[in-house]
């Protein structure tokens, strides 16, 4: 699958979802005390990473990381844990079956919702957490230095061969 058919997909992916919690929303979950009133569903969007779909989705009782795979099928049963390699590192994914997708992962961030004064807040954390998991972490002081003393040492091991006659 090339990259303009995986984006295509991403998009579908988070257009229905949304759809999906729009209708649990209205359906079962509207009144309950676990709603915050100002929230609304959305999608902070759906990106490809490797074979999967991830996004994250708000809506006004979580926040949460899905992830749907392009080709190959989730591993693990409904309930059971599967560890996704994302560029930030491992996270743990619970596999889920929602009707009309099948089976994805999701990984919740925030549930209840309660301390989101409003939409925009929620979307703006959403959106900063995908781009947290979507991007390798920056080395550290440690791994830059390990880095330049390898380089030193196999520099100085060089030159060092070249002088002697």
């Given amino acids: 699958m090339d990259e303009s058919a995986r984006i295509e997909q991403c998009a579908r992916l988070s257009e229905g979802l949304q759809a999906h919690f729009r209708k649990v929303h209205s359906q079962s979950m509207r009144n309950l005390p676990i709603c915050n009133a100002r929230l609304s569903v959305a999608s902070a969007g759906f990106r490809p ?16 990381v899905f992830a749907a795979p392009f ?9 059971e844990t599967q560890r996704l390699a994302l560029p930030a590192g491992e996270v743990d994914f619970l596999a889920v079956e929602i009707e009309g997708f099948g089976r994805l992962t999701s990984c919740s961030l925030f549930s209840p919702m309660d301390e989101f004064v ?3 807040a929620a979307l703006v954390t959403a959106q900063a957490a995908l781009d947290v998991l979507l991007t390798p ?15 030193a040492f196999f520099l100085g091991a060089f030159s060092a061969r070249e002088a002697t006659p």
């Avoid at 990473?49 to 949460?64: I, L």
Wanted: charged share 15%; hydrophobic share 40%; aromatic share 6%.
């Fill in 49 to 64: 990473c490797g074979d999967w779909a991830v996004g994250v989705v708000v809506t006004p009782w979580f926040m949460n």
């Fill in 71 to 79: 080709i190959t099928p989730v591993a693990a049963a409904p309930g």
């Fill in 118 to 120: 409003d939409q925009a």
């Fill in 137 to 151: 972490p920056a080395p550290t002081p440690e791994t830059a230095n390990a880095q330049t003393d390898r380089r």
